[in-house]
């Protein structure tokens, strides 16, 4: 997928976050974004798992 189809299907603010200039930000202010994106990936990941388990459950529901 290009980047411009993936930017295509984000959300506004995500939009944003990656279209920021990163060459005007310190080096802190990058790790602290590293961290920050790190832990959203997390949080990401978990609802994908937690929604596979919903729609898992649901499958077999309906099979029943």
């Known amino acids: 997928m290009m980047e ?4 295509a299907s ?9 279209d920021e200039d990163l060459s005007v930000m310190s080096l802190d202010d990058l790790e602290l974004r590293v961290e920050a ?5 997390e ?7 937690s929604k596979k388990g919903s729609h ?3 499958e077999a529901l309906f099979k029943n």
């Open 43 to 49: 949080r990401a990941l978990a609802m994908t798992e």
């Open 56 to 58: 898992s459950e649901a």
């Open 37 to 41: 994106l790190k832990a959203e990936i």
């Open 4 to 7: 411009e189809e993936i930017k």
């Open 10 to 18: 984000l959300g506004d603010a995500l939009r944003q976050l990656l």
